[in-house]
């Protein structure tokens, strides 16, 4: 059986006996070494099945303590409470470990479907579709399955909620050169192996996306406040009282 495979399946049996009470809330999983027992699988399967487990907010993994089971909550209302503040940051984060794994694996083959994704956005057809192929290669490249399970998590998130994908869309249809650019940086790093200059590079494209992000928020905030200000001005004007 393919690792992949061996560890979705984990997850699932992990999460059906979460399901059953066997683990309920608050209770704590037993040991990496004990689950590797059970489920006769090595303990790199089973440390990707709880970090998968943690993404999806079935675990909560406390250092020095163990692996302790969640309540569950309503994933709708949760993922809705996410901003776009805070998904570009936690991107920030994890893309950025992300790309300096994958200068370390990625191979030939990759390297040219990411060029692809470039010339792509180049021609402008079909910019968001390239974008998203272009971070998922990279994520890919990791050949880790916890880390594209969560970057496919965050492309969810961005295409599923109003704010986010609003806010998304206002700051790419106003920087498809700049977008272009960053990528084009994260390519050269890959192509050398630097790791550095991946991480660095992923950090500079997220970075200029969320201060984008900010501005655009400020200018809609001043906005409101103008169009209240302008409304108040009208009920209390004295204006048809002097003229």
Request: aromatic share 6%.
């Amino acid at each position: 059986m393919k690792t992949r495979r061996m560890f979705w399946h984990i997850v699932e049996k992990i999460e059906a006996l979460i399901d059953s009470g066997l683990y309920p809330p608050g209770s704590r999983l037993p040991p990496e070494r004990e689950l590797a027992e059970t489920f006769d699988v090595s303990r790199p399967t089973i440390r990707e099945a709880i970090i998968a487990l943690e993404v999806r907010g079935r675990v909560d993994v406390k250092t020095s303590s163990g692996v302790y089971v969640l309540e569950q909550v309503n994933q709708s209302e949760q993922e809705a409470n996410v901003s776009p503040f805070e998904l570009t940051q936690a991107r920030a984060l994890v893309e950025g470990e992300a790309a300096a794994l994958a200068a370390q694996a990625i191979t030939e083959e990759e390297l040219k479907e990411l060029e692809r994704t470039l010339q792509e956005m180049e021609k402008g057809a079909h910019p968001e579709k390239a974008d998203r192929e272009f971070h998922l290669i990279i994520s890919t490249a990791t050949r880790n399955n916890a880390i594209l399970l969560a970057v496919k998590k965050f492309w969810q998130l961005r295409d599923s909620q109003p704010e986010i994908k609003t806010a998304y869309k206002s700051v790419c249809d106003t920087s498809d050169k700049d977008r272009l650019d960053e990528h084009k940086a994260i390519v050269d790093a890959l192509k050398n192996k630097d790791a550095a200059g991946a991480r660095a590079a992923m950090h500079a494209h997220f970075n200029r996306l969320i201060n984008t992000l900010f501005e655009m928020s400020e200018a809609k905030a001043l906005e409101e406040v103008r169009k209240k200000s302008n409304e108040t001005r009208g009920l209390y004007s004295l204006n048809h009282l002097v003229n």
